[in-house]
């Protein structure tokens, strides 16, 4: 019924770009609303492999609907598969993975008395369990935010205000979820420019949900998420302020110049496209 009425929506009315993303949004919202509390009932890591996977379905339908009644198609938001888009998919996967051990790397090494110690309680098994969460949850927060939004918004506002825009709607999302609102503008947002960029980049959704989901599963590994990981990070009280600002530098610094060489990527193949014109 819901996919009807939008469907219906989109028929009777003519909307800029601005209009239809809202208009996603307002749609992604409500599956989010309907799906969360079903999820609730599952307990811990396989809340996220539920909703995520519920939520991941919904906004492909959504999607579908929103492209049919504004002439784009999947191609167009980088969501058709290609014959490489599970190889880009794990491509993704080991760079997020090798972003967050030089995370860890530079907090290690910069923020004093910093180690690792393992939770025997969690077993490796645990792991399976993460994966099949952080990737349905990857995948429904870049269909939701870095499909069709973000390319719709580049298309008519350019990259800079798509990315902009998409950057404070993941933030909002994730302050409606409990973040705070400086973690929120700050991390998420640092985080969502990395990973539209990568889809800009890739012209694809294969690389970011990678990304996404690897950055996730090794925070996870190390504690940094809602349920124990396979290891936590011990800090000394008298190395917490150079841990905290070590963890800044880190995460800035590594998302930061990830994002730098997708720009840098996506500005070599714009000019390849232009001289090939």
Known sequence: MLVARIQQFLTDH?????????????????????TAPVSSAFPGPWQGAFLGTLVSGGTVLLTLVILRKTHWNLKDIGLAFRRDSVSRFLLGMGGGLVLIVLHFAILWLLGGEVSLERVPEVRLTALAVAVC????????????FRGYPLRRLEASYGLWVAQTVVALAFAVYHVVGGFPWVTALLGTGMGSLLFGMAAIATRGLAVPIGLHAAWNIGGWSLGEKQFPGLWKIVIEESSRSSAEMAGMIGYFGVLGLATLGFWLLHRRQLRKRTSMR
């Open 14 to 34: 003519r909307w800029p770009a601005w209009g239809n993303v809202a208009i996603f949004w307002v749609g992604f919202a409500v599956l989010l609303g309907l």
């Open 133 to 144: 969460s952080f990737i349905p949850l990857a995948a429904m927060e870049e269909l939701g």
